[in-house]
């Protein structure tokens, strides 16, 4: 009769002050969840916002000298020609903008750039109060090449304006 006053003796010794019986892994994930749920729901919620729109855009004519400045440097938006159109490519200003790797064509007309595969500053039109680049040399394959960048452009950015050679400004409009 002992051994079994002994084991009862133990059981309600257990039962009385063992905290252990609480602490079981269904018990502390059930407890976690509950935590979370309670914090999900009374956390403060942040309204939803909506995106800024992009500034709109005025339609503009450059000419080489005046196309220049949009470089990406001092805040500037990035903006280069293909073909005599204007596109804002500030979005992309980590390839277009200073120190990316199409950074010399930013500001200017790419098109030889892009027809040649060249990032070189040789591609890049000298004389900005001179004619535009007719690009009349090029072949086949330079033409169709600068038109897969021109369609590439037109599907990603948007055109701002156009490319006009010194004293042709009024002309264009």
């Given at each position: 009769?002992?051994y079994?006053?002994?084991r009862?003796?133990?059981?309600a010794?257990?039962?009385?002050?063992?905290?252990?019986?609480?602490?079981?892994?269904?018990?502390?994930?059930?407890?976690?969840?509950?935590?979370?749920t309670?914090?999900?729901?009374l956390?403060?919620?942040?309204?939803?916002?909506?995106?800024?729109e992009?500034?709109?855009?005025?339609?503009k004519?450059?000419?080489?000298?005046?196309?220049?400045?949009?470089?990406?440097e001092?805040?500037?938006?990035?903006?280069?020609?293909?073909r005599?159109?204007?596109?804002?490519?500030?979005?992309?200003?980590?390839?277009?903008g200073?120190?990316?790797?199409?950074?010399?064509?930013?500001?200017r007309d790419?098109?030889?750039?892009?027809?040649?595969?060249?990032?070189?500053e040789?591609?890049?039109?000298?004389?900005?109060?001179?004619?535009l680049?007719t690009?009349?040399?090029?072949?086949?394959?330079q033409?169709?090449?600068?038109?897969?960048?021109?369609?590439?452009?037109?599907?990603?950015?948007l055109?701002?304006?156009k490319?006009?050679?010194v004293?042709?400004?009024?002309?264009?409009?």
């Amino acid at each position: 009769m002992d051994y079994v006053e002994n084991r009862m003796a133990q059981e309600a010794a257990k039962q009385n002050g063992n905290v252990e019986s609480f602490v079981t892994p269904l018990n502390l994930v059930l407890l976690g969840m509950l935590l979370y749920t309670a914090y999900s729901w009374l956390r403060p919620h942040t309204p939803a916002t909506i995106p800024k729109e992009e500034p709109a855009v005025v339609f503009k004519t450059f000419t080489p000298r005046t196309l220049l400045p949009y470089n990406g440097e001092k805040d500037m938006p990035v903006y280069l020609a293909v073909r005599g159109r204007v596109f804002d490519v500030t979005r992309g200003r980590n390839f277009y903008g200073p120190g990316g790797p199409y950074a010399n064509f930013a500001g200017r007309d790419a098109s030889r750039g892009l027809a040649c595969g060249s990032f070189d500053e040789e591609m890049l039109t000298k004389d900005l109060d001179g004619p535009l680049d007719t690009l009349s040399d090029l072949d086949k394959d330079q033409l169709e090449a600068l038109q897969g960048w021109e369609e590439r452009f037109l599907e990603k950015y948007l055109v701002v304006g156009k490319l006009v050679a010194v004293g042709d400004e009024d002309k264009a409009e």
